[in-house]
């Protein structure tokens, strides 16, 4: 029936297109947590790092709002992914819904009409959940590389970064 190889012709890249949206979206959201990951590793430093001038100058205070500042980033940020990552499952499902329904929609009047067997109707809707579901795990794959990519950019970035302490030589 070519009116229902229509509807993956159409949904399919629809849902590609929404998928790719929220890759993008997912990847800058996770190298902005990256830096907020790196604005707190450096708060914690300099806190260690200077605990006995912080002490002297009874500073603990402000270190500690500094600290909760670069805390409250950091969980926004890290919010903020997470969310485009959680939002992938209901788009994916919708998706998936979306064209199941089209396809018994179609695919019941086709099979009223005679024109197509109840078998090769569930046939298809067998073929079409295995190709969404497909889709689906790869999107998950690819949300787990966008962040994965995220990290590897700021681990390139840290290693090519110029060297601030020196030999004595």
Do not use: C
């Not at 709002?65 to 940020?77: D, M, S, T, V, Y």
């Not at 009047?109 to 109707?121: K, R, Y």
């Not at 298809?124 to 790869?138: A, G, H």
Request: no cysteine.
């Amino acid at each position: 029936e070519p009116d229902l190889s229509l509807v993956l012709v159409i949904t399919v890249p629809l849902m590609m297109v929404a998928i790719f949206g929220l890759i993008l979206l997912g990847f800058f959201r996770f190298s902005k947590m990256q830096t907020k990951i790196d604005a707190l590793n450096s708060s914690v430093q300099e806190s260690v790092t200077n605990i006995r001038v912080v002490k002297s100058f009874v500073r603990e205070d402000h270190e500690n709002n500094k600290f909760k500042g670069a805390n409250r980033n950091l969980k926004q940020a890290g919010m903020a992914a997470m969310k485009t990552m959680i939002f992938m499952g209901p788009v994916s499902t919708l998706f998936m819904n979306i064209t199941t329904l089209i396809v018994l929609w179609l695919g019941s009047n086709a099979v009223s009409d005679g024109s197509m067997n109840v078998g090769d109707l569930s046939a298809f809707l067998t073929y079409v959940s295995q190709i969404l579901f497909s889709i689906m795990m790869i999107t998950m794959l690819l949300m787990t590389s966008a962040r994965a990519l995220a990290s590897a950019r700021r681990i390139k970035e840290v290693l090519n970064d110029e060297i601030d302490v020196t030999d004595g030589e």
